[in-house]
């Protein structure tokens, strides 16, 4: 759909136009997802006259609501698409009601029309039942033929009400995002709330209460485009040379120095980081060189946080937060590509609160946090609250999945024959790590979800730890439920037997809740045929060399270390349910 209004407004040049014109990180391409939400400036005549439109293209998936909650900051209007053969998802209906709770004016849109498979009233009902919303409001479109892209336009400059700022008003500029460059430093883009401003102008970021001359400014067409001024209402970048990175905040405001300063804009809210999970070198010498990289890529994603932290087992690292699994997977890899780093991490866990017999509340962002049990009052873990839509005749099938999760289900509504709304509320943890997955198994790729934070629960929860060759992993210990802990404790054990390397001597992995050992697993030693040279004569002979083998072997174990690989610290996701 970004594509189409870009060639329909002449924006891009037909021999520049390629599929998917606006995702343009590699990893977006690779992975055929939206990851950053992109601004790009278009213009069109509609009846003699010309309207500029600021379109931000947001990523879908619930780990990056946070990029769709500050493009609506920033927004009058949303176009709500909707496919004519999926219907309403779950995420449709999370971000209808985001845009509603920020009064902004909502396109209804359904796309992707002539497919054969098509089933446009039935969407229509839906979308109805589910969002409230008009029929008569709905724009019918395909994106991929161009049916419908006119009226599209049409309705954009008819419904969307114009910016409300005062060019003339004191300089007011929301930062909604920003990426480093290693020439130009910090690049900022902006939507100005009110106000005008000028190449060459001194301006002040109030955050960081730090002044700046604008070298550069322009707007994306989608390029980067120099111009001499932006008024109110229009989006672009500014490029300032800013050098220090603890100046640049996203959703500060950018404001003239002096007394012409305005008022700071609200900003965004905090976002709220769901998994947490060590990020360490694989070469210890590399600390430095990974801080950096996360301070530059913190810039460009402020959704996820990181702490230096320390690892017995790894050296080094960062503790790092996000906002779920798919969102840690892109940072890493990031990382990876773009900052050419090589990093190890350990097994992601989830926030818990403890109440200890003091009564002071603690965070706990990763099990060897967790205090002795003899001072836990009360273990607290995070709950979700889960919308599943998914074809009825695949209800069954999600209920017994939520209900394995030690879900309590909510509610069901029907949005069309064929299609309903589960609602469960869940323990985050069950959440995150393959909920997704195997909801895809159960409904053949149909269902979809999507979940919002309600707080805390008391639960009856332990820390497990895994010992490698009678020495407790620091990297390796989860918090799981006590009735699952045995199942599990057994399932990771297994793994981690077939994850680890034969060495030179025997190799106990054993899975532990305090004292007690819930589950050993023995990777034999690599054994050299000592006898091979020995054939007839006395067994007195073998009974000596074998003494002497063992003896070396038992020197070995208490001075050897183990070698553990990066796929075993994955190995404690691994849950057990599926045996």
């Known amino acids: 759909m970004a594509d189409r ?11 520049e136009m390629r599929e998917q014109l606006l995702d343009g990180m590699e990893l977006e391409r690779a992975r055929g997802i939206t990851i950053k939400a992109k601004a790009v400036t278009l213009r069109t005549v509609r009846a003699g006259e010309e309207y500029e439109l600021n379109l ?4 879908g998936h619930v780990d990056f609501q946070y990029e769709v909650s500050r493009s609506l900051t920033c927004c009058e209007g949303a176009l709500l698409l909707v496919d004519a053969f999926q219907g309403v998802e779950a995420q449709t209906v999370a971000n209808a009601y985001a845009a509603m709770e920020h009064d902004l004016k909502i396109i209804p849109v359904i796309n992707k029309i002539d497919l054969a498979y098509a089933r446009v009233d039935e969407v229509l009902e839906e979308m109805e039942q589910s969002l409230g919303v008009d029929p008569e409001e709905v724009i019918l ?84 485009k120099p111009a001499e ?21 996203i959703g500060d405001t950018v404001t003239a120095t002096g007394p012409d300063a305005a008022e700071p804009l609200d900003g965004y809210l905090e976002p709220k980081r769901m998994v947490y999970c060590g990020l360490y070198p694989s070469d210890g010498q590399d600390f430095k060189e990974l801080r950096e990289a996360l301070e530059k890529l913190s810039i460009n994603d402020p959704s996820f946080e ?53 009564g002071e509340q603690i965070e706990i962002h990763k099990p060897q946090d967790v205090p002795d049990p003899g001072d836990i009052e009360e273990f607290r873990q995070p709950i979700v609250r889960v919308n599943f839509v998914v074809p009825i005749e695949q209800i069954g099938q999600v209920m017994r999945l939520s209900q394995d999760r030690r879900g309590v289900q909510k509610g069901t509504e029907y949005l ?28 053949r790729g149909y269902g979809t979800m999507d979940y919002e934070l309600l707080g805390y629960e008391t639960a009856d929860l332990v820390r497990m730890d895994i010992l490698v060759n009678g020495k407790r992993v620091d990297a390796l210990s989860v918090i ?14 297994k793994k981690l037997k077939e994850e680890i390397d034969r060495h030179m001597f025997e190799v106990a992995v054993q899975a532990a809740i305090g004292s007690r050992i819930i589950a050993r697993e023995t990777k034999p030693a690599l054994r050299k045929n000592v006898t091979a040279k020995c054939y007839g004569g006395d ?33 404690v996701l691994d849950t057990g349910a599926d045996k």
């Not at 996000?322 to 997977?329: A, I, K, N, S």
């Open 306 to 358: 990181f702490s230096p932290e320390t690892s017995e087992a790894l050296g080094f690292g960062f503790r790092c937060g996000f906002l779920g699994l798919l969102h840690m997977e892109i940072v890493q890899q990031r990382l990876e590509d773009e900052c050419d780093v090589d990093l190890v991490q350990t097994a992601p866990n989830v926030t818990y609160e403890i109440i200890n017999k003091r």
């Open 141 to 224: 479109c395909s994106a991929k033929a161009g049916i419908g892209i006119e009226e599209l336009l049409d309705a954009i400059v008819t419904r969307v009400p114009a910016p409300s700022g005062d060019p003339d008003g004191p300089l007011q500029a929301m930062v909604f995002d920003s990426h480093y460059d290693d020439f130009r430093g910090a690049i900022t883009y902006a939507r100005l709330m009110s106000g005008t401003v000028t190449k060459g102008q001194k301006i002040k970021l109030a955050r960081a209460n730090a002044a700046y001359d604008a070298i550069e400014i322009g707007q994306f067409v989608p390029k980067r």
């Open 5 to 15: 209004l870009l060639e329909q407004t002449g924006t891009v040049a037909t021999r």
């Open 480 to 493: 799981c439920d006590r009735r699952d802990s045995d199942r599990r404790g057994r399932a990771v054990v």
């Open 56 to 59: 931000i293209d947001t990523p």
């Open 229 to 249: 001024s932006l008024k109110a209402g229009q989006v672009g970048y500014l490029i300032c040379n800013i050098k220090s990175l603890q100046d640049v905040h």
């Open 539 to 571: 067994i007195t002979r073998k009974r000596k060399l074998w003494a002497k083998q063992r003896e070396g072997k038992k020197r070995m174990k208490s001075i050897g270390s183990v070698d553990i690989p990066q796929k075993a610290f994955m190995a």
């Open 416 to 443: 069309s024959p064929t299609r309903a709304m589960i609602t469960y509320d869940l323990p985050l943890a069950e959440v995150i790590y393959d909920l997704h997955d195997k909801l895809k198994s159960a409904t």
